[in-house]
């Protein structure tokens, strides 16, 4: 028999729980197998699956994407925000970090709306975008 303190003694909740096992037959103090999801649920073949759909469809669905792949929506967004890094912004899914030729793109598409809605108007619509591209931000407004 162990001699052991008041404090790190268990509770006798803990007591009766390892009683009743034993009871039933056990033998030993290790922790059972612990089962969990699959380690093939983030499978290379999966996380290229998502990739390839949300890159195809922009406005593809967490749902949608459960019914394609035949995975749970958690292993979605896990492989989402984790393996691909990409966010939803505006409907659609996008990249973390984005390119140099996307960032002009992204400029070019802002001055484009800029000059197309400003009709005139002084002052009616400025867009700043912070571009890391140049370590700087640039400005754009009309």
């Given amino acids: 028999m162990f001699l052991t303190s008041v404090e790190s003694a268990c509770s006798g909740a803990t007591d009766f729980d390892w009683f009743a096992?034993?009871?039933r037959g056990r033998r030993s103090f290790e922790d059972?197998?612990?089962t969990g999801r699959p380690s093939i649920a983030v499978a290379q073949q999966n996380v290229q699956a998502v990739e390839n759909l949300t890159l195809e469809i922009?406005?593809?669905?967490y749902l949608d994407l459960e019914q394609e792949i035949g995975i749970g929506s958690t292993l979605i967004q896990t492989i989402i925000h984790y393996n691909i890094s990409s966010r939803k912004r505006c409907s659609k899914w996008v990249q973390y970090e984005l390119t140099d030729?996307?960032?002009d793109r992204?400029?070019?598409w802002c001055r484009?709306?800029?000059e197309k809605y400003d009709g005139g108007e002084k002052?009616?619509?400025t867009i700043y975008l912070s571009l890391t591209k140049h370590d700087y931000?640039?400005?754009i407004a009309k």
Avoid at 58 to 61: K, P, V
């Fill in 58 to 61: 922009r406005i593809i669905t």
């Fill in 123 to 125: 002052n009616t619509c």
């Fill in 101 to 103: 030729e996307q960032k």
């Fill in 21 to 23: 096992e034993f009871k």
């Fill in 112 to 114: 484009f709306i800029t």
């Fill in 106 to 108: 992204w400029v070019d």
């Fill in 32 to 34: 059972d197998v612990k």
């Fill in 137 to 139: 931000t640039n400005t």
